[in-house]
């Protein structure tokens, strides 16, 4: 289990017709935007993919966020094969978190080893976070 690294100013571009589309989903929806930064290993290289079951739970509620939407990553069971030392981004879009909500936990709720998991990210008033995982 991984504590989330937030990244204020990643090295990696994302386009601008992307973030401003995604602007505007969350504005309307308030929906909560992830971008991802994965490392692959650096001899072998990687494969990845992300379960429909990965959610945002609210420290301080039962509430969950539910992902409504992916870019740039496959969905199980399709793997995302990554070349050795790859620095790969992907986007994750959930449901609104509640306007009391703090600080909420990243979660893929899967059967197998290797679930993604970021804990204990702090909510900003944007709803759009940059993580290293």
Known sequence: MKAATIIEKPKVEISSKLMEELEHQINEAGQVVVHCFYQASSFYGD????????????????????????????????????????????????????????????????????????????RNKTDVYYVRI
């Open 47 to 122: 494969k990845i993919r992300i379960w429909k079951t990965t959610y945002l739970f609210d420290h301080h509620s039962s509430h969950r966020s539910e992902m409504v939407h992916t870019h740039n990553i496959s969905l199980y069971p399709i793997w995302t094969t990554l070349m050795p030392n790859q620095l790969y981004s992907f986007t994750l879009i959930f449901s609104g978190l509640p306007k009391t909500c703090t600080l909420f936990d990243l979660v893929e709720q899967i059967p197998a080893s290797g679930a993604f998991e970021l804990r204990n990210i702090k």
